[in-house]
């Protein structure tokens, strides 16, 4: 079986969102098996996170390369089958459910996502959403966040490498303009959840979910490439 035609399978099967046993092996198309042993090793290897950075280079390379403005935020997903990965929504009544935390740039760019139990507060995983879209980027000028990102921490961070963060305070009153910026990562969130497999999830491996997770961000760099 080729690489491109567990590609496609793969584009098939997070866009769908069908079960791994209705993926059988034909022409032009590989077995859900063979896609979840391909999964598990792209993740191990790190090879979709390098074909990832990869993407976000060819779009943004040249003069628009040098300082990217970015935006932070995430959203969350019921895990009816719980599994890694899954922990009590605060937003939806406590049921079982995964967070998506996710930075892209101001053009709607998907720079980085890391999965979550639902319960996790955004802080923690700020420092991780940033080292990563650091890698892909050749500068970071803006950051922009809601409250939930609130602290001295997120902000020292920002300003150690030269970056100017723009986070809403606590108790701050609407109309900063923020949400004008912000909207931007929302639409890369409903993107990412226009795929099936990622907003109805149903894997119970941690592995799989962050694989699913990257590569629906490399899908949606390679539509944007085709356009060029």
């Known amino acids: 079986m080729s690489t491109v035609e567990v590609i496609e399978t793969l584009r098939f099967f997070l866009r769908e969102g069908v079960?791994?046993?209705e993926l059988r092996a034909a022409d032009g198309r590989a077995s859900g098996s063979t896609l979840r042993r391909r999964l598990d090793e792209w993740h191990r290897t790190a090879l979709l996170r390098?074909?990832?950075a990869v993407l976000v280079r060819m779009v943004r390379s040249g003069?628009?390369?040098a300082a990217w403005d970015v935006v932070v935020d995430s959203c969350s997903v019921r895990a009816k089958h719980g599994g890694e990965l899954t922990g009590p929504n605060p937003t939806d009544r406590g049921k079982p459910g995964t967070k998506f935390h996710i930075v892209v740039s101001t053009d709607g760019l998907p720079l980085a996502a890391?999965?979550?139990p639902a319960n996790?507060?955004?802080?923690k995983l700020f420092p991780d959403l940033l080292r990563l879209a650091q890698v892909v980027c050749a500068a970071i000028g803006r950051l922009y966040a809601d409250a939930g990102y609130d602290s001295a921490d997120n902000r020292w961070l920002c300003l150690r490498d030269g970056i100017q963060p723009y986070i809403?305070?606590?108790g701050e009153p609407h109309g900063s303009g923020l949400g004008k910026i912000r909207c931007v990562v929302e639409h890369g969130c409903a993107w990412l959840l226009a795929n099936?497999?990622?907003d109805r999830r149903q894997d119970r491996s941690g592995r799989i979910i962050h694989a699913l997770l990257?590569?629906?961000?490399?899908f949606i760099i390679a539509n944007r490439l085709s356009t060029f």
């Open 19 to 21: 079960q791994w046993r």
């Open 50 to 52: 390098r074909v990832h």
């Open 63 to 65: 003069p628009d390369a």
């Open 114 to 116: 890391i999965p979550s």
């Open 120 to 123: 996790v507060h955004d802080n």
């Open 168 to 170: 809403r305070k606590i």
């Open 196 to 198: 099936k497999r990622l």
């Open 214 to 218: 990257t590569a629906g961000a490399i």
